[in-house]
Nanobody
Framework: QVQLVESGGGLVQAGGSLSVSCAAS?????????????MGWFRQAPGKEREFVAG????????NYADSVKGRFTISRAYAGNTAYLQMTSLKPEDTAVYYC?????????????????WGQGTQVTVSS
C-alpha cells in the first residue's frame, strides 16, 4: 500500500508560478521509501474529465508532458522520501484545477490514469486572470 500526500497548491495570478509536491510512503511504515514507482500528475477542472499533466520514471531519466503544459511545467523527483514535484510557470486561468499525484509500479510513467495504482487526495490550484 502506498500513501500519496500532495501539498503546495494555492491561488496565483496569471503569468505567475507555483510548485506542488507529492510525498509517497509505504503504509504502515512511513519511514521507508517506496521502491521503483513511476509517478505522474493529473488534473481535473470543474465539469471536465481528469487529464494527464506530466509523468516521470522511477530513475528520473524519462519525463513526458501534456502538450498544453510543455515548456511551462517541469516534473522532477527526489528519492529521499520519494517525493515528486511539479513546478508550474507562466500559469494561465485554464490551468485552474485540482491537481492529483499518482504512482504506479514499474519504471515508466504512462499518460492513462487507469495505469496508476495509487492516488493522492488532490490539491487545488487556482489561477486568476
Amino acid at each position: 500500500q502506498v500513501q500519496l500526500v500532495e501539498s503546495g497548491g494555492g491561488l496565483v495570478q496569471a503569468g505567475g508560478s507555483l510548485s506542488v509536491s507529492c510525498a509517497a510512503s509505504n503504509s504502515p511504515f512511513p519511514e521507508r521509501t517506496v521502491v521503483r514507482y513511476a509517478m505522474g500528475w493529473f488534473r481535473q477542472a470543474p465539469g471536465k474529465e481528469r487529464e494527464f499533466v506530466a509523468g516521470i520514471s522511477w530513475s528520473g531519466t524519462m519525463t513526458n508532458y501534456a502538450d498544453s503544459v510543455k515548456g511551462r511545467f517541469t516534473i522532477s523527483r527526489a528519492y529521499a522520501g520519494n517525493t515528486a514535484y511539479l513546478q508550474m510557470t507562466s500559469l494561465k486561468p485554464e490551468d485552474t484545477a485540482v491537481y492529483y499525484c499518482a504512482a504506479k509500479s514499474g519504471e515508466r510513467p504512462v499518460t492513462n490514469g487507469g495505469g496508476y495504482d495509487f492516488w493522492g487526495q488532490g490539491t487545488q490550484v487556482t489561477v486568476s486572470s
